[in-house]
Nanobody
């Protein structure tokens, strides 16, 4: 199993910035993709940004140019720097990891989610 613990959410005014962090722990053999998704009230969960183990990144069109995803592989940690925040960025942000864990019967690959952190942007 992999545990993902997020931090850094909160309340900010429009135009402000926040930085989210997510640390993965457990019997991790390797982590392929890490990233962030978000879910606003009454809406489906959507991709925000992802990064692969070799540094490739992918962003939703709605955040490209404002958000930056980064990763510290040695600590199994991923960050999301959010600048120029807008009220429509208000959502619960979830950390995601595509990870392989070391099990007695061999490595097992799975998808893991954090518990979510609230980001609220006031107008």
């Amino acid at each position: 199993q992999v545990q993902l613990v997020e931090s850094g959410g909160g309340l900010v005014q429009a135009g402000g910035s926040l930085r989210l962090s997510c640390a993965a722990s457990g019997r991790i053999f390797s982590i392929n993709t890490m990233g962030w998704f978000r879910q606003a009230p009454g809406k489906q969960r959507e991709l925000v940004a992802t990064t692969t183990s070799d540094g490739n990144t992918n962003y939703a069109d709605t955040v490209r140019g404002r958000f930056t995803i980064s990763r510290y592989n040695a600590r199994n940690t991923v960050y999301l720097q959010m600048n120029s925040l807008k009220p429509e960025d208000t959502a619960v942000y979830y950390c995601y990891a595509d990870a392989t864990t070391a099990q007695a019967m061999g490595p097992i690959r799975g998808n893991y989610w954090g518990q979510g952190t609230q980001v609220t942007v006031s107008s």
